[in-house]
T-cell receptor, first 110, second 114 residues
């Protein structure tokens, strides 16, 4: 089993709609969690951290479910510019190991 | 402010050739990373260095060696390149802090092994 797994998609989303997707992780001792965004052929960039109590950043909401070992990302009122690959990242229990999931591709269409 | 700089940006090798990918950061970060990304896939960790003088294997270390030359520089070496190592290689450094996860990436090095 991979350490961090994501549905590769693509999720085809009408502009203005809501989309949500999850990321599961295998190590229950993982410390912290993040969502990154990657545009085609570009380097990934941090979108947001995921806090235990859940957190929002504008139209983006991230949640953590430690019992079931997954994190989620919800995008409200989708914009065409939200089309990208969303990568979840898990920081290990010890040290600074950061493991990426395979990414979820989101395509927002007019 | 350059951030993370990788060289070269593009390279074509023949099977069996060796090469070194260079990476330097000017943000005084302790931790540095090498990832590879194959088409349509996420990033896989090759090696990382939590601090100057230390290196650790990631998910896919076979066929690679690394050197943390100093705090700024972290190089990745392919001793005998294979077609399976055709990929985009990203170097990154980590903002300090116990629970941070903000990686700053270079622009990537696109390697083709024929």
């Amino acid at each position: 089993r991979k350490e961090v797994e994501q549905d590769p998609g693509p999720f085809n989303v009408p502009e203005g709609a809501t989309v949500a997707f999850n990321c599961t992780y295998s190590n229950s001792a993982s410390q912290s969690f993040f969502w990154y965004r990657q545009d085609c052929r570009k380097e990934p960039k941090l979108l947001m951290s995921v806090y235990s109590s859940g957190n929002e950043d504008g139209r983006f909401t991230a949640q953590l479910n430690r019992a079931s070992q997954y994190i989620s990302l919800l995008i409200r009122d989708s914009k065409l510019s939200d089309s990208a690959t969303y990568l979840c990242v898990v920081r290990g229990a010890a040290g600074n190991k950061l493991t990426f999931g395979g990414g979820t591709r989101v395509l927002v269409k007019p | 402010n350059a951030g993370v700089t990788q060289t070269p940006k593009f390279q074509v090798l023949k099977t069996g050739q060796s090469m070194t990918l260079q990476c330097a950061q000017d943000m005084n970060h302790n931790s540095m990373y090498w990832y590879r990304q194959d088409p349509g896939m996420g990033l896989r960790l090759i090696y990382y260095s939590a601090s100057e003088g230390t290196t650790d294997k990631g998910e896919v270390p076979n066929g690679y060696n690394v050197s943390r030359l100093n705090k700024r520089e972290f190089s990745l070496r392919l001793e005998s390149a294979a077609p399976s190592q055709t990929s985009v290689y990203f170097c990154a450094s980590l903002v300090g802090g116990t629970n941070t996860g903000e990686l700053f990436f270079g622009e990537g090095s696109r390697l083709t092994v024929l």
